[in-house]
């Protein structure tokens, strides 16, 4: 019986072949669902035609598998879809520096999505907002109406909210209604219910309402996360004086914080699209979220703790879903979320709040100690090296040659090889 840790050394250096067999073993998958990973065209036109418009092909992306991550006590295989090098190594080097101290802790608020009701060209509009507010009722049994599967499984609209707040065109009185979404992402069913209510809310005020439709400031579905790391794992206090320095330096400047949560999303973003999420719902949810207190900051904080530990939380919207949308209709999609071995939505962005601030981490330790570029450079000159004929045996040797002489060049790495294989 294979023991289920994601703790796998050295997981990089093997073919592909030997990952996906690991892979397949601990996630259970059949060899039909092996076989599509395999498959570079792996999304059938057919398929691809029904999910956008104007289809006239498909294009892959590397679908990679981030290792060592401990969530919740829990081992996981993160599955990542990325165009950029070094984030999933990066991520599966950080996550092995958070298991001595137990891994990454998690938590969030629950599926709650919110629709917004614009109800313009009211003459009182406070008035209007405790009109809506005394038919509360009708609004939510209105909605709840026109979703009786949601409603079902414990989820639908459940109160609303009505803001007044004033606009290059004067007053306008804006209705939240609060939904549990469940385990969808959540935007089909709440403006489903945001349109229904409108007519309700027109009739009620004799106002006009324009927009009905979701807001991506999902601030009511957080997920948080909290790391301790030990210093000993990342080069002592030092370093974790570091990492607090470089967080506080996000925390007060937007241009810093703005690629401060870059690296946070570069994380969330490769599990979004490796799970075909509204990756775009994701990132405008995340960086509203970071300017909630009218400047734009950090979504992360790192601390020092009583011990000289570094300690790591992450807050932040996540709308993401299991069912409706892409990810059921993407074939690979569907293989990622049986790799994750999750149930629920909520589960699914937990695991996206745990990557996220483990991406954060690995980040700032390079960039508080050697750098970004030589660990961007190592894979850079692994990709050359390879290209230039480098087999397995003699590998990580043209490489070191290559770094040693800071002389990452495909001519040069075709000498190296050649002198290589001769001796
Ligand atoms: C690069 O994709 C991400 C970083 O810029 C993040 C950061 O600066 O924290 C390295």
Same mark, same amino acid.
């Given at each position: 019986?294979?023991?289920?840790? /994601?703790?796998?050394?050295?997981?990089?250096?093997?073919?592909?072949?030997?990952?996906?067999?690991?892979?397949? @073993? &601990?996630?259970?998958?059949?060899?039909?669902?092996?076989?599509?990973?395999?498959?570079?065209?792996?999304?059938?036109? #057919?398929?691809?035609?029904?999910?956008?418009?104007?289809?006239?092909?498909?294009?892959? &992306?590397?679908?990679?598998?981030?290792?060592?991550?401990?969530?919740?006590?829990?081992?996981?295989?993160?599955?990542?879809?990325?165009?950029?090098? /070094?984030?999933?190594?990066?991520?599966?080097?950080?996550?092995?520096?958070?298991?001595?101290?137990?891994?990454?802790?998690? #938590? /969030?608020?629950?599926? %709650?999505?919110?629709?917004?009701?614009?109800?313009?060209?009211?003459?009182?509009?406070?008035?209007?907002?405790?009109?809506?507010?005394?038919?509360?009722?009708?609004?939510?049994?209105?909605?709840? @109406?026109?979703?009786?599967?949601?409603?079902?499984?414990?989820?639908?609209?459940?109160?609303? @909210?009505?803001? !007044?707040?004033?606009?290059?065109?004067?007053?306008?009185?804006?209705?939240?209604?609060?939904?549990?979404?469940?385990?969808?992402? =959540?935007?089909?069913?709440?403006?489903?219910?945001?349109?229904?209510?409108?007519?309700?809310?027109?009739?009620?005020?004799?106002?006009?309402?324009?927009?009905?439709?979701?807001?991506?400031?999902?601030?009511?579905?957080? !997920?948080?996360?909290?790391?301790?790391?030990?210093?000993?794992?990342?080069? $002592?206090?030092?370093?974790?004086?570091? +990492? !607090?320095?470089?967080?506080?330096?996000?925390?007060?400047?937007?241009?810093?914080?703005?690629?401060?949560?870059?690296?946070?999303?570069?994380?969330?973003?490769?599990?979004?699209?490796?799970?075909?999420?509204?990756?775009?719902?994701?990132?405008?949810?995340?960086?509203?979220?970071?300017?909630?207190?009218?400047? &734009?900051? #950090?979504?992360?904080?790192?601390?020092?703790?009583?011990? =000289?530990?570094?300690?790591?939380?992450?807050?932040?919207?996540?709308?993401?879903?299991?069912?409706? =949308?892409?990810?059921?209709?993407?074939?690979?999609?569907?293989?990622?979320?049986?790799?994750?071995?999750?149930?629920?939505?909520?589960?699914?962005?937990?695991?996206?709040?745990?990557? $996220?601030?483990?991406?954060?981490?690995?980040?700032?330790?390079?960039?508080?100690?050697?750098?970004?570029?030589?660990?961007?450079?190592?894979?850079?000159?692994?990709?050359?090296?390879?290209?230039?004929?480098?087999?397995?045996?003699?590998?990580?040797?043209? !490489?070191?040659?290559? %770094?040693?002489? $800071?002389? +990452?060049?495909?001519?040069?790495?075709?000498?190296?090889?050649?002198?290589?294989?001769?001796?």
């Amino acid at each position: 019986m294979l023991s289920k840790t /994601s703790r796998i050394p050295g997981f990089y250096k093997l073919p592909i072949e030997e990952r996906l067999k690991i892979v397949a @073993e &601990y996630a259970g998958l059949t060899q039909d669902e092996i076989e599509l990973l395999k498959k570079t065209g792996n999304l059938d036109l #057919s398929i691809a035609d029904r999910m956008i418009e104007n289809v006239i092909g498909t294009m892959a &992306y590397p679908f990679a598998i981030a290792v060592n991550f401990l969530i919740n006590n829990r081992d996981y295989l993160i599955p990542m879809v990325i165009e950029e090098p /070094s984030v999933v190594a990066a991520a599966s080097n950080a996550a092995k520096w958070a298991r001595a101290k137990g891994g990454i802790f998690t #938590s /969030s608020t629950g599926p %709650i999505m919110i629709g917004q009701i614009q109800l313009t060209r009211v003459k009182d509009p406070w008035g209007a907002k405790m009109k809506i507010l005394e038919h509360k009722n009708d609004l939510i049994r209105i909605a709840n @109406e026109q979703d009786p599967t949601l409603v079902n499984l414990g989820g639908g609209a459940k109160d609303i @909210e009505v803001r !007044v707040i004033d606009t290059a065109k004067g007053p306008m009185v804006i209705t939240h209604l609060i939904v549990d979404v469940r385990d969808a992402m =959540g935007a089909n069913a709440v403006n489903t219910m945001a349109e229904a209510v409108a007519p309700y809310i027109e009739d009620l005020t004799n106002g006009k309402v324009f927009l009905r439709i979701i807001t991506n400031l999902a601030d009511k579905r957080l !997920v948080r996360a909290r790391t301790v790391i030990d210093k000993n794992e990342i080069g $002592g206090e030092e370093v974790v004086d570091g +990492i !607090v320095e470089a967080w506080a330096f996000a925390a007060a400047d937007p241009y810093r914080a703005a690629t401060h949560n870059k690296g946070i999303m570069n994380g969330i973003i490769a599990v979004a699209l490796a799970t075909a999420q509204d990756h775009r719902a994701l990132e405008a949810g995340a960086h509203a979220y970071a300017a909630r207190f009218g400047h &734009y900051t #950090s979504l992360s904080t790192w601390e020092k703790n009583e011990n =000289g530990d570094l300690v790591g939380t992450l807050e932040m919207p996540m709308a993401v879903g299991l069912v409706g =949308g892409a990810v059921k209709t993407h074939p690979i999609a569907r293989i990622a979320i049986k790799i994750l071995g999750i149930k629920t939505a909520n589960e699914l962005g937990e695991i996206m709040a745990a990557v $996220g601030l483990i991406q954060n981490l690995a980040a700032l330790k390079a960039l508080v100690t050697e750098g970004i570029q030589k660990g961007h450079m190592k894979l850079h000159a692994r990709n050359i090296a390879i290209m230039a004929g480098a087999t397995p045996d003699i590998l990580d040797k043209v !490489v070191e040659i290559m %770094i040693n002489e $800071g002389k +990452i060049r495909f001519d040069r790495a075709k000498e190296i090889v050649e002198q290589l294989k001769k001796h």
